[in-house]
C-alpha cells in the first residue's frame, strides 16, 4: 500500500448537488466541488475538481429520516491532469434532521474509493485506494 501518495495525508473538500426528491424515497442530483490533497507543510497541495451524480433513497416516514447513497463520477486534477486524475464512487449511508421548514442537516459516512484511470484496463498496473469518509451537509426545499 502507498502511503506516500499525496491523498494519503490530507483529503478535505467542499461541494454542492443540485438534485430533485421524488416521491418520498428517491432523490438524484449532480454535484461539482473543489478538493484539497496532500501533505501541505512539506509538498504542496494537489487541487480535485469533483463532477459527479449522486442517488439517495430515503427510508421510513418519521421526522428523522435514514438514508442508502451512492456518488459516483471524475475527479479532474488540473495540476497533473493525466496522471493524477481518476474515477471514484462513494457508497454509504446517513440520516437527516430537520433543522428549519425547508432545511434538513444532514451526516453521511460511506467507503470513498477512486481508481486511476489505467485500472479497469489493466489491474496490474492501474491503483484503487478506498477511505472512509464523512459529509456534513445542508438540504434546502421541500
Do not use: C, W
Not at 421526522?63 to 451512492?70: I, L, S
Not at 474515477?87 to 477512486?114: C, D, E, M, R, W
Not at 489505467?118 to 489491474?123: A, E, L, R
Amino acid at each position: 500500500k502507498d502511503k506516500n501518495a499525496p491523498f494519503a495525508d490530507h483529503f478535505a473538500g467542499i461541494t454542492t448537488v443540485n438534485g430533485m426528491r421524488f416521491g418520498g424515497g428517491l432523490a438524484l442530483g449532480a454535484g461539482v466541488g473543489f478538493f484539497t490533497y496532500g501533505d501541505y507543510l512539506n509538498d504542496g497541495l494537489d487541487y480535485i475538481v469533483p463532477l459527479y451524480a449522486d442517488a439517495r433513497y430515503f427510508i421510513g416516514r418519521q421526522k428523522n429520516k435514514f438514508f442508502v447513497m451512492v456518488d459516483g463520477g471524475v475527479l479532474l486534477n488540473f495540476t497533473d491532469f493525466d496522471d493524477n486524475s481518476r474515477y471514484f464512487t462513494n457508497p454509504g449511508i446517513g440520516i437527516s434532521i430537520p433543522i428549519a421548514k425547508k432545511s434538513v442537516l444532514s451526516f453521511t459516512t460511506g467507503l470513498f474509493t477512486q481508481y486511476d484511470f489505467d485500472y479497469f484496463n489493466d489491474k496490474e498496473e492501474g491503483y484503487r485506494d478506498t477511505f472512509i469518509n464523512m459529509k456534513l451537509g445542508l438540504l434546502f426545499g421541500k
